[in-house]
């Protein structure tokens, strides 16, 4: 059974920074791309950011220039750095793994709030 932990939600101002962790249960490298996707209440899930295997990354328009997805090899983890968060960023995110099937986090909620 494949987990994926997360970490690292919470309240934030706006124009503040967050930083998300995802934690496998087995190597970042056995999943063909690892990335975030956040729900805001009454919207479907979408995809912020991604990274595959092979190091390539891709994101929403929604976060370019703001977020940044990155990985710490020796500590099997898959990061997420918000920067500049605004209100619209609130949504519980969502750590997310492919490799012939999804797997999913369990959510971490981000509010960006004065």
């Known amino acids: 059974q494949v987990q994926l932990v997360e970490s690292g939600g919470g309240l934030v101002q706006p124009g503040g920074s967050l930083q998300l962790s995802c934690a496998p249960s087995?190597?970042?490298?056995?999943?063909?791309?690892m990335g975030w996707f956040r729900q805001a209440t009454g919207k479907e899930r979408e995809l912020a950011a991604r990274?595959?295997?092979?190091?390539?990354?891709n994101y929403a328009d929604f976060v370019k220039g703001r977020f940044t997805i990155s990985r710490d090899i020796a500590k099997n983890t898959v990061y997420l750095h918000m920067n500049s968060l605004k209100p619209e960023d609130t949504a519980v995110y969502y750590c997310?793994?492919?490799?012939?099937?999804?797997?999913w986090g369990q959510g971490t909620q981000v509010t960006v709030s004065s």
């Open positions: 087995r190597s970042i490298f056995s999943f063909n791309s």
């Open positions: 997310h793994a492919y490799r012939s099937r999804d797997y």
């Open positions: 990274i595959t295997s092979s190091g390539s990354t």
